[in-house]
């Protein structure tokens, strides 16, 4: 089931998206194609034969709004007279007076250029575009210049498949190849633990408690030991391997139940353990950390064994409780 919701939130964030891309087409959000006025100022003459000169870029802040039908906000960088915008950039001549310049766009730039240069890929700071000037003369405000920036398309649905499904799907894929050795490793020590008999001696160590927990099950039903097995495999941070522990742990419990369908307490009050158990070596966690780069994975093991048992400790009192209500066993006693 869990599957086909996220199935439905990829489809629905898809066509959203595709819905803002169309809106974007249809309004022309991103001018393509469309030429802008900026003024160049070239720190030393620009030399053809450069690969790359640096220079700034000078942009009339009402011709910007005009221009995209939007606000530019006040960037440090900000001429003295207040109307005109200022960017660094660099500038690749291609003979004739046409040339690629790129715009550095980070900081406080306009929120629409940002936007451009991310969906342009590359480096997400620099804006690039086709340049032609309209002057060769270096007036006051420098060497005028008509600036088309390369197109840009499909935005939003690039940062649904690119940015967010694939890249953290990459990301899933890396830290699951990353836990393959540490949890070959712990589940190695668990299969030791288990033939040294450390595993029973647990079990007998909590055979008394479990016995006060599920009065209703017999101590030596197999239910009873499937539980202790997958209580001592969560304790050593092993929920890999405590799963089909678990599962055969409510096979066997559902075997005591007088109304299938129903949960009995013993079920409630396994579940409840199960998803709080104490850990005493949270090793799927330590895993998880060393996989992402941590630089001391073990440092959350005093946290991991306080919280896990405050959590314990709260909903066993919970489920026992809400099992005494007058209210639950009138239910039971209506069915």
Same mark, same amino acid.
């Given at each position: 089931?869990?599957?086909?919701?996220? @199935?439905?939130?990829?489809?629905? /964030?898809?066509?959203? +998206?595709?819905?803002?891309?169309?809106?974007?087409?249809?309004?022309?959000?991103?001018?393509?194609?469309?030429?802008?006025?900026? =003024?160049?100022?070239?720190?030393?003459?620009?030399?053809?034969?450069?690969?790359?000169?640096?220079?700034?870029?000078?942009?009339?802040?009402?011709?910007?709004?005009?221009?995209?039908?939007?606000?530019?906000?006040?960037?440090?960088?900000?001429?003295?007279?207040?109307?005109?915008?200022?960017?660094? &950039?660099?500038?690749?001549?291609?003979?004739?007076?046409?040339?690629? @310049?790129?715009? +550095?766009?980070? &900081?406080? =730039?306009?929120?629409?250029? *940002? #936007?451009?240069?991310?969906?342009?890929?590359?480096?997400?700071?620099?804006?690039? &575009?086709?340049?032609?000037?309209?002057?060769?003369?270096?007036?006051?405000?420098?060497?005028?210049?008509?600036?088309? =920036?390369?197109?840009?398309?499909?935005?939003?649905?690039? *940062?649904?498949?690119?940015?967010?499904?694939?890249?953290?799907?990459?990301?899933?894929?890396?830290?699951?190849?990353?836990?393959?050795?540490?949890?070959?490793?712990?589940?190695?020590?668990? *299969? !030791?633990?288990?033939?040294?008999?450390?595993?029973?001696? !647990?079990?007998?160590?909590?055979?008394?408690?479990?016995?006060?927990?599920?009065?209703?099950?017999?101590?030596?039903?197999?239910?009873?030991?499937?539980?202790?097995?997958? !209580?001592?495999?969560?304790?050593?941070?092993?929920?890999?391997?405590?799963?089909?522990?678990? @599962?055969?742990?409510?096979?066997? @419990?559902?075997?005591?139940?007088?109304?299938? &369908?129903?949960?009995?307490?013993?079920?409630?009050?396994?579940?409840?353990?199960?998803?709080?158990?104490?850990?005493?070596?949270?090793?799927?966690? !330590?895993?998880?950390?060393?996989?992402?780069?941590?630089?001391?994975?073990? #440092?959350?093991? /005093?946290?991991?064994?306080?919280?896990?048992?405050?959590?314990?400790?709260?909903?066993?009192?919970?489920?026992?409780?809400?099992?005494?209500?007058?209210?639950?066993? *009138?239910?039971?006693?209506?069915?």
């Amino acid at each position: 089931m869990l599957n086909y919701i996220w @199935l439905a939130l990829i489809v629905i /964030g898809v066509l959203v +998206a595709v819905a803002y891309d169309v809106n974007d087409f249809w309004e022309d959000t991103y001018r393509n194609g469309q030429a802008l006025e900026v =003024a160049l100022a070239f720190d030393r003459p620009s030399d053809e034969s450069r690969s790359e000169v640096p220079c700034s870029v000078y942009v009339s802040r009402k011709r910007f709004e005009e221009f995209y039908g939007v606000s530019a906000p006040s960037v440090d960088n900000s001429t003295p007279r207040g109307d005109t915008l200022s960017f660094q &950039g660099s500038f690749i001549s291609a003979g004739h007076g046409v040339g690629v @310049l790129t715009i +550095a766009v980070g &900081g406080e =730039a306009p929120r629409i250029w *940002k #936007e451009m240069a991310e969906a342009q890929g590359g480096n997400s700071s620099s804006l690039r &575009g086709r340049v032609a000037f309209a002057s060769l003369e270096n007036g006051r405000g420098g060497i005028l210049a008509q600036f088309v =920036a390369d197109p840009i398309k499909f935005v939003k649905l690039n *940062k649904v498949t690119n940015e967010g499904a694939i890249r953290h799907a990459k990301i899933a894929v890396e830290i699951a190849i990353g836990l393959i050795g540490i949890m070959a490793l712990w589940l190695g020590v668990m *299969k !030791i633990a288990e033939h040294s008999g450390l595993i029973a001696k !647990i079990a007998r160590g909590l055979r008394p408690v479990m016995r006060r927990l599920f009065p209703d099950v017999p101590a030596e039903h197999p239910a009873m030991g499937a539980m202790i097995m997958n !209580i001592a495999a969560n304790m050593l941070g092993l929920a890999n391997a405590a799963t089909p522990l678990g @599962l055969k742990a409510m096979e066997e @419990l559902n075997k005591l139940n007088r109304r299938l &369908g129903t949960a009995t307490d013993a079920m409630c009050t396994f579940l409840v353990i199960n998803t709080s158990n104490v850990q005493l070596i949270p090793a799927t966690v !330590i895993a998880i950390r060393a996989a992402a780069g941590s630089a001391s994975p073990p #440092e959350i093991l /005093g946290a991991v064994m306080l919280a896990t048992s405050i959590s314990t400790v709260v909903g066993v009192v919970t489920v026992k409780l809400l099992a005494k209500l007058p209210g639950y066993r *009138k239910q039971l006693k209506a069915e």
